[in-house]
């Protein structure tokens, strides 16, 4: 028995528009926005760093020399939590792209059916079939699906441009982190050194304050000082626990005993000729410029699809195999059917629904276009603030070491004059608070400049090395 329910001289045709499906697009011509930012960065001319490799060039194990620091961030690269979903979120993207693609492609299964219905009052007939079936089967003449396709493609690569950046930014936040902790060190040890003078003073004040050759306006002062500093000592002992806290979230496990000894803020051994370049060549290595146009590329696929949504959509069903009244009779010879069901169907009345989903996926692309835009502007923001920090920060740490080493000269005359009677006690104890406040802001001067110089590495896309042409997860 064969069953036919389309002409065998129209298989030609089919195939040719089999072939033609999804040659035809609605959406429209994706074109990059203009970049909202000047043509140069600001204070680049004045940074000294006209050539050089760039950031984007330059390894993460190559930039930083402090073998401490390199083995923290190797760490954090392996056990970070927010990394880690990151590169999950490029395999769920990955998997949902395929899932679009696969909606290109006709769906063949194998199955068997019975079907029993009345054809007259009274007759009852049975018809049993088993066979390879073509499942609803969408000619894409419009480009919906392949638009849909498109839009997924673009939100997996966007996702792995959010994986890269995400690693840029956590080798990032883990350096500043790290130089926060040497920082605390040092301002520990400023301090313990302030607070041993302090107590020496307190002490020979109130001997000479015991034997009426001191005031007590002189001894107050000095134990105000000396409680000062044991202030400011708890303070910075309590920023470094915060800080080494959240190094450990960073990291993803506790501190780890075994890691090289980790050098001095001043010793860091960064690169420090890092070129800016032109505006337009960061933006193309910075990941989360790529994402944010990957994102808006997926929108304006979105549009395509709406718009498919207008035209009439043509899917086919098939099968072909055995089929039979009979259940005995279904692998019998004359058994033999096919069948192809072509399906038109025309939107004429749908209240609204596919105008308001091309609205929806119109907006959806002008909201892309100005993340997009705010993402360029960020991004040209962070370099310049960058190169703004190297052009005065040198000059800023170098000012205030000599600030420093002038007011330790001033607080060993203040001390000499008051011994020798020529000077009051209260001008000894301000040039030891000025030194004081003098040391501490050297040790945060220099920790700026190191870290500033760690936040233009990764405002220049530096921390990522691998193919920007295809995802990796």
């Known amino acids: ?29 994706y074109e990059r926005p203009a970049a909202p930012v000047a043509a140069a960065f600001p204070w680049d001319s004045a940074s000294g760093a006209a050539s050089g490799t760039a950031a984007s060039d330059i390894e993460w194990q190559h930039f930083f020399g402090d073998a401490r620091l390199k083995g923290l961030i190797e760490i954090a690269l392996r056990n970070n939590r927010d990394l880690r979903v990151a590169v999950l979120n ?15 492609l006709p769906t063949v299964g194998i199955g068997a059916n019975a079907t029993r219905q009345a054809s007259a009052p009274g007759r009852i007939g049975d018809l049993y079939t088993a066979g390879l079936s073509v499942i609803a089967y969408e000619l894409d ?4 699906v392949r638009s849909l396709s498109d839009a997924a493609l673009a939100s997996y690569l966007g996702t792995a441009e959010a994986r890269k950046a995400a690693q840029i930014a956590l080798i990032s936040t883990v350096a500043n982190t790290y130089l926060n902790l040497q920082a605390d060190e040092e301002l520990l040890a400023v301090t313990r050194q302030a607070l041993v003078t302090r107590e020496e003073s307190l002490k020979l004040t109130r001997l000479k304050f015991d034997v009426g050759a001191a005031s007590e306006l002189d001894y107050r002062q000095a134990e105000s000082l000396l409680e000062g500093a044991r202030a400011t000592l708890a303070q910075f002992t309590r920023q470094r626990a915060l800080d080494e806290n959240a190094l450990v979230l960073l990291l993803g496990q506790p501190l780890p005993a075994g890691l090289p000894q980790g050098l001095a803020v001043t010793s860091q051994q960064l690169v420090p000729d890092l070129p800016a370049g032109l505006p337009s060549e960061v933006l193309a290595r910075r990941p989360d410029v790529r994402q944010a146009e990957q994102q ?50 025309v939107p004429i009345f749908d ?27 960020t991004a040209f923001r962070e370099v310049a603030d960058s190169l703004a920090g190297r052009a005065t920060l040198d000059e800023q740490a170098r000012a205030q070491q000599a600030q420093a080493q002038a007011e330790a000269v001033r607080y060993k005359l203040a001390d000499l004059r008051y011994r020798n009677g020529a000077a009051s006690y209260l001008d000894v ?23 500033n110089l760690v936040g233009l590495y ?14 990796q997860p």
């Open 90 to 104: 490029i395999e769920q993207a990955r998997a949902q792209y395929q899932v679009r693609r696969a909606d290109e």
């Open 429 to 451: 104890l301000d040039a030891q608070r000025s030194l004081f406040i003098a040391q501490q802001a050297v040790v945060q001067v220099q920790a700026a400049r190191v870290q």
């Open 458 to 471: 990764k405002a220049l896309g530096g921390g990522w090395t691998g193919d920007a042409s295809k995802p």
């Open 1 to 29: 028995m064969t069953r036919r329910m389309f002409p065998a001289r129209s298989l030609p045709s089919l195939a040719a528009a089999v072939l033609l499906a999804g040659c035809a697009s609605t959406a429209p011509p």
């Open 141 to 144: 003449f419009f480009g919906r």
């Open 296 to 345: 808006l590329i997926a929108a304006n696929a979105n549009i395509g699809a709406a718009r498919a949504a207008f035209f009439p959509k043509i899917s086919l069903t098939g099968s072909v195999g055995t089929a039979s009244t009979e259940l005995s009779g279904l692998f019998k010879g004359g058994s033999f059917a096919w069948s192809f069901i072509p399906q038109l169907l």
């Open 351 to 377: 209240a609204g629904r596919n105008q308001a989903n091309l609205d929806v996926a119109v907006a959806g692309r002008d909201i892309a276009v100005a993340q997009y835009e705010k993402a360029v502007q």
